[in-house]
Nanobody, 128 residues
């Protein structure tokens, strides 16, 4: 009964900022990975940012220096602070979870098939 629920999506101007959040619950693991992906309808999902159980963060190249991911292990929440947004950020953002590693490491190579748990997504619309 793992559940991942995203919120915070909406409209933002080019160059502006927007914050997303994900509420996680029901994980059958003591340690697990949480990540943000994004997907233009009809295309493969793209890795945005991940945080393993120890707090190690990894960012996808297109968002480095602009987005910041944080994880609150007490509240079981994941956030994504989006700054200096551009037109390529205009898509649906998903929260994802993985627990294959006993240490809570995140899968490598941003392989979406290695993330068994997904939220329903939240839309970010970038306007000019």
């Amino acid at each position: 009964q793992v559940r991942l629920v995203e919120s915070g999506g909406g409209s933002v101007q080019i160059g502006g900022s927007l914050g997303l959040s994900c509420a996680a619950s029901g994980f059958p693991y003591r340690r697990y990975c949480l990540a943000w992906f994004r997907q233009v309808p009809g295309k493969e999902r793209e890795g945005v940012a991940s945080v393993d159980d120890e707090g190690l963060t990894v960012y996808g190249e297109p968002v480095k220096g602009r987005f910041t991911v944080t994880r609150d292990k007490i509240k079981n929440t994941l956030t994504l602070q989006m700054d200096s947004v551009n037109a390529d950020d205009n898509t649906i953002y998903y929260c994802a979870g993985a627990g294959n590693s006993a240490y809570g490491w995140c899968p490598g190579a941003w392989n979406e098939d290695e993330y068994p748990y997904w939220g329903q997504g939240t839309q970010v619309t970038v306007s000019s």
